[in-house]
C-alpha cells in the first residue's frame, strides 16, 4: 500500500511539473544541451588529431635520430678497419667498441621509431574517426535546429489558436442582455457623427471659417495660375482656353429688308 502511494504521488508530481513547464524554455534547454555535447565532442576530436600532429613530430625526430647513429656507426666501422690496415690494437679496439656502442643507440632508435609508426597508425584511424563523428554530429545538430524552428512556428500557432479561442469565447460571453444592446450604441454613433457635423457647420459660419475658405481658394487659384505658366512654357494652350485649330463660326448674312420698306 505504501509503494502505491509513493508511486501515485511521485507521478501526481511529475505531471504536474510538465503541465508547468513552458514548452519554449524546453525546447530551448534542448538546443542549449546538443551544443554543449557537440562542443565536447570537439574538444575531444581536436585532443585526438592533436595526438597524431605530435606522433608525427616525434616519428620525424626519432628517424633522424635512427639515421644520425646509422652514420656515426658507419663511420666507427671505417675508423677500425683503418686502424687495423695500420696495425694499430688499441685503435681497433677503440673504434669497434665505439660502433658497437653507436649501434645499440641506432637499434634503441629503430624500435623507437617502430613503435611510434605503430602508434601514428592507429591514431591516424582515430584521427578519422574523430572527423567523422564531429560531422554527423554537426548534422544532427543542424537538424535539431531546424526541427526547433519548426516547434517554435507550431507553438506560436497554437498560442495564436488560444487567444482566438479566448477572444471568441470572450465575445460569446459578452452577448448578454445586461451588456448596452446595439440599438443603443448606433443612437450613440449618430448622436457623436450629429455634434462633429454641427461643429464643422459653426466653424464655416465664423470668421476664421469664411477665411480658411478663402485661403483656399487663393491656394486654388494661385495654383490653376502656375500650372498655365508651365503649359505656356511647354508650348501647351491651356485646357480653358479655346484650341487654335478650331475653325471659328461663320458669320451669318444679314438679313435683307422686305421690299417697301
Request: net charge negative; glycine share 4%.
Amino acid at each position: 500500500m505504501f509503494s502505491r502511494i509513493v508511486a501515485y504521488f511521485k507521478a501526481l508530481f511529475t505531471t504536474t511539473a510538465e503541465k508547468a513547464m513552458d514548452p519554449k524554455i524546453e525546447i530551448e534547454s534542448a538546443i542549449n544541451t546538443a551544443k554543449k555535447q557537440d562542443q565536447d565532442l570537439r574538444n575531444q576530436a581536436a585532443k585526438v588529431v592533436a595526438h597524431r600532429t605530435q606522433l608525427e613530430s616525434q616519428i620525424d625526430r626519432a628517424a633522424d635520430d635512427a639515421g644520425e647513429s646509422r652514420e656515426m656507426a658507419k663511420q666507427a666501422i671505417l675508423k677500425a678497419e683503418e686502424a687495423r690496415t695500420a696495425g694499430d690494437i688499441a685503435g681497433v679496439d677503440k673504434w669497434t667498441q665505439a660502433a658497437q656502442s653507436i649501434a645499440m643507440k641506432l637499434q634503441a632508435a629503430e624500435n623507437n621509431l617502430a613503435s611510434l609508426k605503430e602508434q601514428y597508425g592507429v591514431a591516424q584511424a582515430q584521427s578519422e574517426q574523430a572527423k567523422v563523428s564531429v560531422q554527423q554530429n554537426a548534422m544532427k545538430l543542424q537538424e535539431l535546429s531546424a526541427r526547433r524552428m519548426e516547434l517554435l512556428g507550431q507553438l506560436e500557432q497554437a498560442k495564436m489558436q488560444e487567444a482566438v479561442n479566448d477572444a471568441v469565447q470572450t465575445m460569446s460571453s459578452s452577448l448578454s442582455d445586461s451588456g448596452p444592446s446595439l440599438d443603443q450604441v448606433e443612437r450613440k454613433i449618430e448622436q457623436r457623427k450629429a455634434e462633429a457635423m454641427a461643429r464643422a457647420e459653426l466653424h464655416e459660419a465664423t470668421s476664421e471659417g469664411a477665411e480658411a475658405e478663402l485661403r483656399a481658394a487663393i491656394n486654388v487659384s494661385q495654383a490653376d495660375a502656375k500650372l498655365d505658366e508651365l503649359r505656356a512654357e511647354l508650348g501647351l494652350s491651356s485646357p480653358t482656353a479655346p484650341s487654335a485649330t478650331t475653325p471659328e463660326p461663320e458669320a451669318q448674312p444679314e438679313a435683307e429688308p422686305p421690299a417697301g420698306s
